[in-house]
């Protein structure tokens, strides 16, 4: 995998509770430096984004329900709606882990595809926190993900204990089959740790760390 192929499969990420504005717009230079297709940044700094990457065909993602996925449906879906409203493009969610905890698996599938109606057709994501799951969890909540129409099932936020592995990446590759979207995020630091978890089954990869992963430095990504 050379560097433009890592480059395309990148989510550029500036998720980070204190990030200012003048933060956001430092990243979206960054971005358009180095040629990131896709960033991800919270909800309140969607339309400042948008508004520099536009000119430039990158997109703007959101994480909806982040960090713990623990809101309603109905706020979830209103987040949604709001974040397209403001130029969002992608929307990574967070499952209800409760829910999934508690063997509720209609709630957790009923709140995935009340956020995918909402997105209309764009691009969406759904993070699963694999640290926070038994096997089983993972093999079950993929079904459910793909029976409700998302298009990725995501490894982690990288804020609740635990990012991408190889063998979690394998394994939910392993359940959806080839033709469904895998995004690993969460300490991915090294062009080694990419090309791994490439060589696993991801064909999307989540960072804030991107500059370094691409550069074959030492990344300090969480997300």
Same mark, same amino acid.
């Given at each position: 995998?050379? %560097?433009?192929? /890592?480059?395309?499969?990148?989510?550029? $990420? /500036?998720?980070k509770?204190?990030a200012t504005?003048?933060?956001i717009t430092d990243?979206?230079?960054? +971005?358009?430096e180095?040629?990131?297709?896709t960033?991800?940044?919270?909800?309140?700094y969607?339309s400042h984004?948008? %508004?520099?990457l536009?000119e430039?065909? =990158?997109?703007?993602?959101?994480?909806?329900?982040?960090?713990?996925?623990?809101?309603t449906?109905?706020?979830?879906?209103?987040?949604t709606?709001?974040a397209?409203?403001?130029? *969002?493009?992608?929307i990574?969610?967070? =499952?209800?882990?409760?829910?999934?905890?508690?063997? !509720?698996f209609?709630?957790?599938?009923?709140?995935i595809?009340?956020?995918v109606? &909402?997105?209309?057709?764009?691009?969406t994501k759904? =993070?699963?926190?694999t640290?926070l799951?038994?096997e089983?969890?993972?093999? +079950?909540?993929?079904?459910?993900?793909q029976?409700?129409? &998302?298009?990725?099932v995501k490894?982690a936020t990288g804020?609740?204990?635990?990012g991408a +592995?190889? !063998?979690?990446v394998? /394994? /939910? %590759?392993?359940v959806t089959?080839?033709?469904f979207?895998?995004?690993a995020?969460?300490?991915i630091?090294?062009y080694?740790? *990419?090309v791994?978890i490439?060589?696993?089954g *991801?064909? %999307? =990869?989540? $960072?804030s760390? *991107?500059?370094?992963?691409?550069?074959?430095?030492?990344?300090s990504?969480?997300?």
């Amino acid at each position: 995998m050379n %560097r433009q192929q /890592l480059i395309e499969m990148i989510d550029f $990420t /500036l998720l980070k509770p204190t990030a200012t504005k003048d933060d956001i717009t430092d990243f979206c230079n960054t +971005t358009i430096e180095h040629g990131f297709k896709t960033v991800f940044v919270n909800p309140c700094y969607v339309s400042h984004a948008y %508004r520099i990457l536009s000119e430039h065909n =990158i997109k703007v993602g959101v994480p909806i329900g982040f960090s713990l996925g623990g809101a309603t449906t109905q706020t979830k879906v209103a987040e949604t709606i709001e974040a397209i409203g403001n130029g *969002a493009e992608e929307i990574d969610m967070l =499952i209800n882990l409760g829910a999934l905890k508690s063997g !509720e698996f209609d709630e957790v599938g009923s709140d995935i595809r009340e956020v995918v109606k &909402a997105s209309e057709g764009l691009t969406t994501k759904v =993070i699963i926190e694999t640290a926070l799951l038994t096997e089983d969890e993972k093999v +079950t909540v993929c079904k459910i993900i793909q029976e409700a129409g &998302a298009d990725y099932v995501k490894t982690a936020t990288g804020f609740n204990g635990g990012g991408a +592995t190889v !063998e979690d990446v394998r /394994l /939910l %590759r392993s359940v959806t089959g080839p033709d469904f979207g895998v995004k690993a995020a969460g300490g991915i630091r090294t062009y080694e740790d *990419a090309v791994n978890i490439v060589e696993a089954g *991801a064909n %999307r =990869i989540g $960072t804030s760390g *991107a500059v370094a992963l691409i550069s074959g430095g030492q990344s300090s990504s969480t997300y």
